[in-house]
């Protein structure tokens, strides 16, 4: 589980005990302790299989909303992350992070394609030893007002690490160049560290 989890329920735990205190029943409290066990839930972390070989990993848990190709040959691929889904996210490849870019903006449901480039963002790019570069954007939505990011560039990951979280509901963007084959579609569901999203050309 993720520190918050903890930060945010036992606040709640504790107003939960004191308005049962301070009432008839107990029962008045239950408001308070049905929220503390949904932040400890939002919160979870769960440990994850990372796929071997030269694949791109999904970002984060959630929905493929949108594959978008450009005239370059690039895809960007975008996942929108619900407040039942695990927000915490990783890194789709193994290397160094080269940029950590933050970005004010609004707070639209993320789940809208103008979210990719109106919402406050923070864009993370890393750079594999043969070059290749991968580039993804942790994106607030309506609900979530905080994006937390654990790496600073310079820094060394594996594929599949863990960067950083987004509170509640969330989107992320991943963008792949012309050398990746898209293995996922539109509808589709994907785990952070643990899902295919992408395949080295050969």
């Given amino acids: 589980m993720v520190k918050y989890g903890i930060y945010y329920s036992v606040p709640l735990i504790l107003a939960g005990a004191l308005m049962g205190d301070l009432t008839p029943s107990w029962m008045y409290g239950l408001p308070f302790y049905i929220l503390a066990l949904f932040c ?22 959630g929905k493929v909303v949108a594959v978008i190709p450009d005239s370059a040959g690039a895809n960007r691929i975008s996942i929108f992350l619900n407040i039942f889904d695990v927000h915490v996210n990783r890194t789709p490849i193994a290397g160094k992070v080269s940029c950590v870019t933050y970005k004010t903006g609004q707070f639209l449901v993320a789940s809208k394609e103008d979210a990719s480039h109106s919402n406050e963002q923070n864009i993370i790019t890393v750079q594999a030893g043969d070059g290749t570069k991968v580039v993804f954007k942790q994106i607030a939505g309506l609900i979530a007002r905080r994006i937390i990011c654990y790496k600073k560039p310079g820094d060394i990951v594996e594929a599949g690490e863990r960067v950083g979280l987004i509170k509640f509901g969330s989107r992320v963007d991943i963008f792949l160049g012309p050398e990746w084959d898209v293995a996922v579609k539109v509808g589709e569901r994907v785990s952070a560290g643990a899902s295919v999203i992408g395949k080295r050309k050969s």
Avoid: E, K, M, Q
């Avoid at 919160?43 to 970002?59: E, H, L, T």
């Fill in 40 to 61: 400890l839930y939002f919160f979870r972390d769960p440990d994850r299989a990372i796929p071997s070989g030269n694949v791109a990993v999904a970002p984060a848990d």
